[in-house]
């Protein structure tokens, strides 16, 4: 199950994680969100103990989607060793985020 992350545990689950992290940006009102969520949630239980996968509400956490420049949701952002690596911004394939996972890993 992908990772519940807000403006509170943010830092501490994603910038200090040693693990590759996939964030993806999503509200409840947004129509491709609602598509891309059961391919997050995929990819939470594929890649347990090897990244983080977490999903962040920007209506309830402002504060991290205005540090990131979330202006488009769904947003999906790829961060290792606390630094922005990759992103893809709209809804895309899982093997597009998958791509992009697997090349934090090596």
Same mark, same amino acid.
């Given at each position: 199950?992908?990772?519940?992350?807000?403006?509170?545990?943010?830092?501490?689950?994603?910038?200090?994680?040693?693990?590759?992290?996939?964030?993806?940006?999503?509200?409840?009102?947004?129509?491709?969100?609602?598509?891309? =969520?059961?391919? *997050?949630?995929?990819?939470?239980?594929?890649?347990?103990?090897?990244?983080?996968?977490? %999903? /962040?509400?920007?209506?309830?956490?402002?504060?991290?989607?205005?540090?990131?420049?979330?202006?488009?949701?769904?947003?999906?952002?790829?961060?290792?060793? =606390?630094?922005? *690596?990759?992103?893809?911004?709209?809804?895309?394939?899982?093997?597009?985020?998958?791509? %992009? /996972?697997?090349?934090?890993?090596?």
């Amino acid at each position: 199950m992908a990772v519940e992350l807000t403006d509170s545990n943010f830092e501490e689950t994603v910038l200090n994680s040693d693990k590759p992290v996939m964030v993806d940006f999503w509200a409840e009102w947004c129509g491709p969100c609602r598509m891309v =969520g059961p391919i *997050v949630e995929e990819l939470a239980n594929e890649y347990e103990g090897k990244a983080v996968i977490g %999903k /962040l509400n920007v209506d309830h956490n402002p504060a991290v989607a205005q540090k990131y420049g979330i202006r488009n949701i769904p947003t999906v952002l790829f961060i290792k060793n =606390g630094e922005v *690596v990759d992103r893809q911004v709209g809804a895309g394939p899982k093997a597009s985020y998958q791509t %992009k /996972l697997d090349a934090q890993m090596a």
